[in-house]
């Protein structure tokens, strides 16, 4: 930990004045990651900037100092920053603070699950800077709680994230009712044709910066799978998870349903697990990543969309328990661990239909994965009751998707007779 009079120079060679220095050597920064390298200087230039950078690599600190320097103090909201999921807004919320401290600047995260009641009150005492996600940024400026008359900097933050999952329309409303001179940024992991898109029409003259180069995983993250039949699944995690010893692993699954399911499993195996997803309500994940983060916990099991804000430092593995129908979500998945230049390990369990969803993310990360074998594990026979959407207790194979971008996973076995429940139940609406 760098102490007060030792400032990180590295970060004032790139603009960063001295109250924001401070405050980095507090936090432990020392030297800037190429992204913020790349990205401070042009900000504090006044340029809009398209940043591509994979996750871990310190995008938060790359748009948030540059700006931070530069916001008028007493002068209304002047820097929104929109997010894909209410846990990235309650991080990136965070670490602005941490960043800002005696700056005297207000930051207020807005997202739903939390009372309308008491962020109405957080906005009401004039914050510089209102993190948020887009549904709930929307729902405050119909309600006029939020004026963006001197808005002067805009952040898209995991950008490809927010349009996968459905707030397209959401961003192009926000965007379109910021009528003042104002900066862009959009940063994400991945930049599709969408994102470029929605660059040239809301942007300036935007100077892409892409550190990602042609590799979207890093090599501190050692990758293999392991193939095993459907309903052998959870025999083989709960093998893994002993024999790896994880510090702290999260275990991701394609459905909320395959969630409950999974953990419910590994509690009744003696494995202390706890679930994350969009139906629990924001007091129960707020407790739980509380317990992950001092690590009291050592297994989280998440969806996809859930696990989006989580930027716990030392997380040892990932455990793909559903491979994601997305290889792009595979890449986000493991990105959750080996950030900023530590080491970790991505597991994926694959059964022997789902080759060619290997095959895709091999060619989307231009590497290949490699099979490992687990010691001991011997494959069974199913059992004479296992089905593939209401098997047996050791096959937790996900049923219908309750979340936009998922499908069932299809399971390649003789026929068998099929209820209508799942089948004929109704989507529910997603809360963020």
């Known amino acids: 930990m760098h102490k007060n009079h030792n400032l990180p120079e590295a970060f004032a060679e790139l603009g960063i004045e001295a109250p924001l220095l401070h405050a980095l050597a507090k936090m432990g920064f020392a030297t800037p990651t190429e992204i913020q390298r790349q990205v401070i200087p042009l900000v504090l230039a006044g340029r809009d900037v398209l940043g591509q950078a994979r996750t871990g690599t310190g995008k938060t600190a790359a748009f948030g100092l540059p700006v931070l320097q530069m916001i008028r103090r007493n002068e209304g909201l002047q820097f929104l920053v929109l997010v894909p999921t209410r846990e990235l807004a309650v991080q990136v919320a965070a670490e602005?603070?941490?960043?800002?401290?005696?700056?005297?600047?207000?930051?207020?995260?807005?997202?739903?699950?939390?009372?309308?009641k008491a962020q109405l009150h957080l906005l009401g005492r004039k914050p510089c800077v209102v993190v948020g996600t887009p549904g709930r940024v929307m729902d405050f400026l119909e309600r006029k709680a939020l004026s963006f008359d001197q808005i002067r900097f805009v952040v898209l933050d995991e950008v490809d994230r927010m349009l996968d999952i459905g707030f397209r329309e959401d961003i192009r409303r926000i965007l379109g009712q910021i009528s003042c001179p104002h900066q862009t940024v959009l940063v994400s992991a991945t930049l599709t044709d969408e994102i470029t898109r929605l660059a040239k029409r809301y942007m300036t003259d935007p100077i892409e910066v892409n550190v990602s180069r042609d590799e979207l995983t890093v090599d501190e993250v050692t990758q293999v799978y392991v193939t095993v039949d459907p309903w052998d699944k959870f025999r083989a995690l709960r093998m893994l998870l002993e024999q790896e010893k994880p510090r702290l692993a999260i275990v991701f699954c394609n459905t909320k349903r395959s969630v409950d399911k999974l953990t419910r499993q590994l509690h009744d195996a003696g494995i202390d697990a706890r679930e994350i997803h969009g139906d629990l309500v924001q007091a129960k994940r707020e407790r739980v990543m509380d317990r992950f983060r001092r690590h009291n916990l050592h297994v989280l099991v998440a969806t996809d969309l859930a696990a989006r804000g989580i930027d716990v430092q030392g997380i040892s593995h990932i455990v793909n328990y559903d491979i994601p129908d997305d290889p792009h979500s595979y890449v986000h998945r493991i990105g959750r661990t080996a950030r900023m230049g530590t080491f970790g390990k991505a597991i994926s369990l694959v059964t022997r239909d789902q080759g060619k969803r290997l095959t895709d993310i091999e060619v989307l990360i231009n590497r290949e994965v490699p099979p490992i074998t687990i010691e001991g594990f011997v494959p069974r026979p199913p059992r004479d009751d296992w089905r593939p959407n209401h098997g047996s207790h050791d096959a937790a194979v996900p049923g219908p998707s309750t979340e936009p971008g998922s499908e069932a996973e299809q399971v390649a076995v003789p026929p068998s007779p099929r209820g209508l429940g799942a089948k004929f139940k109704p989507h529910r609406r997603r809360r963020l």
């Open 96 to 116: 602005l603070r941490r960043m800002c401290e005696g700056l005297d600047l207000r930051v207020v995260p807005v997202y739903g699950g939390q009372k309308i």
